[in-house]
Every structure is written in structure tokens, then in C-alpha cells.
Nanobody
Framework: QVQLVESGGGLVQAGGSLRLSCAASGSFFSISGMGWYRQAPGKQRELVAQ???????NYANSVKGRFTISGDNAKRAVYLQMNNLKPEDTAVYYC??????????????WGQGTQVTVSS
């Protein structure tokens, strides 16, 4: 089983910064990629940014130039540096990890979510 623990959410004023962290633990063979998603009230969960184990990144258009995703394969961790935050970034942010278990089954795990609130 794979567990993801997130931290770093909070309340910030528009224009401010926050850094989210997510660490994976448990028994698994490998992680192929990790990412951050968010869900605002009344909206569907959407991709924010993702990074592969090789370091390739992908961002939602709405956060390009403001957010940076990075990973630490040794720590099985992923980070999201969020700068120039806007009120529309307010959401619950979820960490996701995709990989392979020792049973050679694929897995896709989610963290419990961390609230990010940006005040205007």
C-alpha cells in the first residue's frame, strides 16, 4: 500500500507564495511520476503540474510561469512552489503518485489534500 502525506497549505494574500510538499511511503517497486491536482468548490479536480521520474514536467496553462514542480527521487517526494498566487488558485490541493507495486500491479495513489486559500 502506498501512502502520500502532504504539507504546506495555508492562507496567503494575493501575490504571495506557498510551497507544498508531498512524500510517499509504503511498499512499492517504483514511482513513474508524481503530480499535484486541485479542486475548488463546485468544480472538478484538475491537473496543476506533474513530473516524471526522469524529470519531465507538465503544467496547466493557468499556472505556467508562476508554479514550479520539482521532485526528489531518493526521498520519494514532490514539491510545488507557488508564486504570485491569485484568488482563483484557492482550492484543495491533492498529491498524486503513479507507479508499480512489487506484485507488478500499477497503482495510482492520492494524498488527503491540503487547503490553499488566497485572499484578495
Amino acid at each position: 500500500q502506498v501512502q502520500l502525506v502532504e504539507s504546506g497549505g495555508g492562507l496567503v494574500q494575493a501575490g504571495g507564495s506557498l510551497r507544498l510538499s508531498c512524500a510517499a511511503s509504503g511498499s512499492f517497486f517504483s514511482i513513474s511520476g508524481m503530480g499535484w491536482y486541485r479542486q475548488a468548490p463546485g468544480k472538478q479536480r484538475e491537473l496543476v503540474a506533474q513530473i516524471s521520474s526522469a524529470g519531465n514536467t507538465n503544467y496547466a496553462n493557468s499556472v505556467k510561469g508562476r508554479f514550479t514542480i520539482s521532485g526528489d527521487n531518493a526521498k520519494r517526494a514532490v514539491y510545488l512552489q507557488m508564486n504570485n498566487l491569485k484568488p482563483e488558485d484557492t482550492a484543495v490541493y491533492y498529491c498524486n503518485a503513479d507507479g508499480v507495486l512489487y506484485t507488478l500491479q500499477d497503482f495510482s495513489s492520492w494524498g488527503q489534500g491540503t487547503q490553499v486559500t488566497v485572499s484578495s
